[in-house]
């Protein structure tokens, strides 16, 4: 089985909180995934990088802590394994913006990037208003994290991976600002990214 950030994480959480039942627990967890992941088997091999990366462990990791913990503790222990790998990305990122005038490519990296990562394929949907000059304006209006959450009955679920945007990209560097008003997955009816030099 594939181990990504959730699952390590997972696995790190009962190896340390319940040690008598890790076993069981890691068993529990991954039988869970390996439904999820027959149940989502036809999907698209540029959908799949997100269920894998994501999603479906995401969802196996909830369920499972369930069993051990308060609903809202199981949510919290998930937000916290996507919270820290955001925050790790945010430093990789924050390095990176050190080196002069990078900062000017980014909003042309996410256009470039949503187009490859995050287009129709891979079930996203769009409506483009600005991904030029400096400016990178978008309403993503569908989000396979929104439909895999709610098509499993934890909606809820979904809040930690648009958490995780404003956690790498908040206040990123002087030069750019991030905004967004509402995502799908916190009860809006599209995300209304945007990401721009400042003063664009």
Sequence with gaps: MKENYIISAFRETVKRDFAGRAQVLNEAFDGRLQSLRQENADASKEKQRHLEGQILPGIAAYETLQTVLAKEQALQTVHGYVEQHAQNFRRTLTKLLRLPGLYRL??????SATKKHFGQSAGFAA?????????????????????????????????????????????????LVWHRTKTLGRGGDCCDFCFKIRGK
């Design 127 to 175: 409506k483009e208003y600005q991904t030029s000059g400096g400016v990178w304006r978008i309403d993503m209006t569908r989000c396979p994290y929104h439909d895999t959450c709610v098509k499993y009955g934890c909606s809820e679920l979904c809040r930690c991976f648009c958490d995780s945007d404003d956690v790498s990209y908040e206040n990123l560097h002087p030069q």
């Design 106 to 111: 980014v909003p042309g990296i996410f256009a």
